[in-house]
């Protein structure tokens, strides 16, 4: 009997001990996985990278958090939230720790596009853009197109697509109190391709990565594409680049190494980015 008391004594012990051990080993695999925070302007290059880099690597495990600004991306690496920041602006001297650093990962040409249903307008000036954006054009019918009305779709004045259509077309005006603010990027491409008559400003690569059926409209007679970003006639162009601790885990500096390979080049040119390596 007191063996056996003692052998059951034993056993249990030693089962007890397999849930620490389990939980242990998955704390390890926890750690070990690359977590990665970016503003909506660098979700979709994050996505490429990190779907291609688990096809090669099936061990990868990759945590993607979206967040609608870069600031709040580069403070939860900071922070030691992620190990991985995504940001649509270099590293300013006040987001600098001095523990991480920047780099240029590629520049994503924004275009201006329409509603599918906004037949007749291909090309806009400066001087229609402002008035579309000021709300002193409000009608399709007086740019060539259909008798509708004009449905602007705006990102805040703090997100890099509105600072650069500022910067290249748009000037100080204020906007329209009739357009439509939306906070992610993400979340004005679905609402345009939902909103007949709308028009905004997003990215070409997830235009040409998700087949968009949008109208890409040219700008002064310039169409947005990547011949006319190497040969300097169209400007509006977002510089991506990634933030990463000075002495990263060998799992996230992997990715790192990834991304800026050869094949990593080769993947963001296929896919309409224009890589900074």
């Known amino acids: 009997m007191i063996f056996l008391v003692l052998g059951s004594c034993n056993s249990i012990k030693s089962n007890t001990s397999n849930p620490s051990q389990i939980a242990s080993q998955n704390d390890s695999q926890t750690q070990s996985a690359i977590k990665i925070a970016g503003s909506s302007s660098s979700v979709t290059i994050f996505k490429v990278l990190t779907e291609a880099y688990q096809a090669q690597d099936k061990t990868a495990k990759i945590d993607f958090v979206s967040l609608s600004q870069s600031e709040g991306a580069i403070a939860a690496l900071k922070n030691g939230i992620v190990d991985i920041a995504g940001s649509s602006h270099k590293l300013k001297p006040e987001e600098n720790n001095g523990k991480i650093q920047y780099r240029e990962l590629a520049q994503d040409l924004l ?14 000036t400066t001087a229609q853009l402002q008035s579309i954006y000021t709300g002193k054009i409000v009608n399709w019918q007086q740019l060539g197109g259909p008798n509708a009305k004009i449905v602007v779709l705006d990102r805040p004045e703090d997100e890099s697509a509105k600072k650069l259509l500022r910067k290249y077309y748009l000037g100080k005006d204020e906007t329209t109190t009739n357009a439509i603010v939306l906070n992610k990027e993400g979340e004005l491409i679905d609402t345009l391709q939902n909103t007949p008559y709308s028009i905004g400003a997003f990215s070409l690569a997830y235009s040409l990565i998700n087949q968009l059926p949008v109208h890409r409209l040219s700008l002064n007679g310039i169409a947005p594409n990547k011949e006319n970003l190497t040969n300097g006639k169209y400007q509006m162009v977002r510089k991506l680049g990634i933030i990463w601790h000075k002495a990263p885990p060998p799992s996230t500096q992997k990715f790192i190494d990834f991304t800026f390979s050869s094949e990593g080049n080769k993947l963001l040119l296929d896919k309409g980015f224009i890589p900074s390596n």
């Open 111 to 124: 275009i201006v596009a329409t509603h599918n249903s906004v037949q007749g307008v291909t090309n806009l």
